[in-house]
């Protein structure tokens, strides 16, 4: 391990142009020479085997094929089997033929399967019982009895048994399909046979390019595309007795005085015992090798032209390339030091061209960044935070404070002197109000002293309205040490008053909820008025909703102020929260932090 890392170091600290030229010499000049040398010894194996996974692959497809002719077979014998229909048609005492006849025509079931089932050519019963014969239904007399299929296909005992057999009728030869089928009691009704369609087997090889045959148990040949071979003994399979179980396996051998390689694949239908069924593809040596040995030429000939062209090019790319590299490496060295004007772009626009223009994308991108984000965001939030802070101080001082105040006073001594003492306690509440008013800033006060506020004008408003406004202030919770900034409550309820009770029949409830949740300090404003219409509602959340720069050009600075305020201190997790219902009054909802004291230095 260490002799590898040393020689991996060594590799690491090379230049560039070296690792080329090194890597070029190890990967392809070395390797193109030794390929040379074993392509002569090695090709003619790479081909065969090639053409063996080939013909496996074509192999593996005639298998599937067939096993599904075999299969459908078998499943066709297996309904056939169990098929009452039949035992009923066989057991059955019939008087006359006309009887017999009918009782063919009530069972057209092989008439189906051959209409549905192109691979099956005929299907043939050969019944013990001594009945009129037609071309389905056939009397096995003793000729029958004593030929080998029958009593081979009795001796299995309902088992399938696959033979290479004649046609009754035709006298022609099919690969089929023999088993005895027994009634209810175990007594035998006959031997059933099921012939496969030659043409459904040369559906199989048709577009095989190798010789192709299907053998029985390595004794028949029932399909080659020379006809004149089905039928008789696979005489290149003829010394392999003992090795014809195997699945699959290949032979060298000799076949019609050529040097042939046989691909040879065995199985075994379904429920057949003492069957097989071998696929044996024939290869022909020197066919197959004829084209690669013509390529084997060219190549050589390709090889040596290839080397001479690929040390020019190495040579001009590792130049081109290490020139291009040294530009990069400038540019990026350029940019680490912070000097971010660099050329747009370099010559080439394959990867290296790619990163350099990545590179000067980034440049820009931090240069534009800087620009904007860390010089003109900055001086915009100062801007918008100067705005606001301008527009809270128009709003808390549009009055001169000394005036309002000694006019207030005057009117309040005035109506002493005249024993007006509720016109004396009016204008003492008014000027507490506007005192508390006139007075703020935008700095964080105490929650009680912003309570206070509200009720001072709702005793106003008591004093306005009399018996038609009442209102109930309810803590429950301990505000001692909350901040908050000024103004936050006392527009809603505000708005409560002109908006939800002056226009209201009948007397008007406001009341105030103050109380903590697991997440936020809640103030709930309630009213009982005439509420807001659905439409209206749907606009003011819109309103609320809406960012910053929209709202700051709105001339309305009550509730949308408010939310604006929270959440631009708070988050966005905080603000304001409206129900409404007409005729049954609104409900504005302010959502504060729970930390106490967290405005105090801001």
């Given amino acids: 391990m260490h002799l590898f890392d040393k020689v991996f170091s060594i590799f690491d600290d090379m230049k560039v142009r070296y690792k080329l030229l090194g890597i070029y010499i190890i990967v392809t000049l070395v390797p193109i020479l030794l390929v040379g040398i074993y392509l002569n010894y090695g090709m003619r194996e790479v081909v065969l085997n090639n053409t063996l996974s080939e013909t496996n692959a074509n192999i593996d497809k005639l298998e599937l094929q067939l096993n599904n002719i075999i299969d459908r077979a078998t499943n066709i014998s297996d309904l056939i089997y169990i098929n009452k229909d039949l035992e009923s048609l066989l057991l059955e005492e019939y008087e006359n033929n006309l009887e017999i006849y009918n009782a063919y025509n009530r069972y057209p079931i092989f008439d189906e399967y051959l209409k549905y089932y192109n691979e099956i050519e005929n299907i043939q019963f050969f019944m013990t019982k001594k009945m009129i014969t037609n071309s389905y239904f056939v009397h096995a007399d003793q000729e029958i009895r004593k030929e080998d299929w029958y009593q081979q296909a009795l001796s299995k005992k309902g088992y399938v048994t696959w033979l290479y057999k004649e046609d009754i009728w035709t006298k022609k030869e099919y ?69 014809i179980n195997s699945e699959s396996f290949v032979l060298d051998t000799s076949y019609l005085n050529e040097q042939v390689k046989i691909n040879v694949r065995s199985f075994q239908p379904q429920k057949a015992l003492d069957t097989s069924v071998q696929i044996s593809t024939i290869i022909p040596v020197e066919d197959v090798m004829r084209e690669p040995n013509i390529v084997i030429i060219k190549g050589f000939i390709v090889i040596i032209g290839s080397i001479l062209i690929s040390i020019i090019l190495i040579i001009l790319f590792i130049r081109s390339f290490d020139r291009r590299l040294h530009e990069l490496k400038h540019a990026m060295n350029k940019v680490s030091k912070g000097n971010f004007n660099i050329r747009k772009q370099i010559a080439g626009k394959d990867e290296i061209g790619e990163v350099y223009r990545e590179l000067y994308i980034t440049a820009e991108s931090i240069k534009k960044l800087i620009n904007e984000v860390y010089v003109h965001k900055i001086k915009e939030e100062r801007w918008k935070r100067k705005q606001k802070e301008s527009e809270f101080k128009m709003l808390a001082s549009q009055i001169n404070p000394h005036f309002l105040y000694n006019t207030l006073e005057m009117i309040r001594m005035k109506a002493f002197i005249n024993k007006d003492v509720e016109v004396a306690n009016s204008v003492k509440l008014l000027s507490k109000i506007m005192r508390s008013s006139l007075e703020r800033t935008d700095k964080p006060i105490p929650l009680e002293k912003e309570i206070d506020l509200v009720s001072t004008y709702l005793k106003i408003q008591k004093l306005r309205f009399g018996d038609k406004i009442d209102y109930d202030i ?29 226009n209201k029949e009948g007397e008007g409830q406001i009341k105030i909820d103050i109380f903590e949740d697991n997440t936020s300090l809640v103030i709930q404003v309630k009213d009982n008025g005439v509420g807001i219409t659905e439409p209206k509602l749907d606009k003011l959340k819109f309103r609320l909703s809406e960012s910053e720069e929209q709202q700051s050009t709105s001339n309305r600075i009550g509730v949308f102020n408010v939310h604006q305020r929270i959440r631009l201190h708070y988050g966005d997790s905080y603000g304001l929260r409206i129900k409404s219902e007409v005729n049954k009054g609104t409900s504005v909802t302010l959502h504060l932090p729970l930390w106490k004291g967290q405005d105090s230095d801001a």
């Fill in 474 to 502: 309810e803590t429950n919770c301990n505000i001692e040490n909350y901040m908050v900034f000024p103004l936050l409550l006392q527009p809603i309820v505000e708005n409560s008053v002109i908006h939800g009770i002056e």
């Fill in 175 to 243: 690969m089929t399909l023999t088993r005895a089928v027994y009634a209810s009691d175990n007594s035998l009704l006959g031997i059933l046979c099921i012939y496969i369609s030659p043409d459904s087997l040369r559906e199989l090889s048709s577009n095989e390019v190798y010789d192709a045959y299907i053998s029985l148990n390595n004794e028949t040949i029932v399909h080659n595309k020379n006809r004149d071979l089905i039928g008789t003994k696979p005489s290149f399979l003829a010394h392999l007795s003992n090795e």
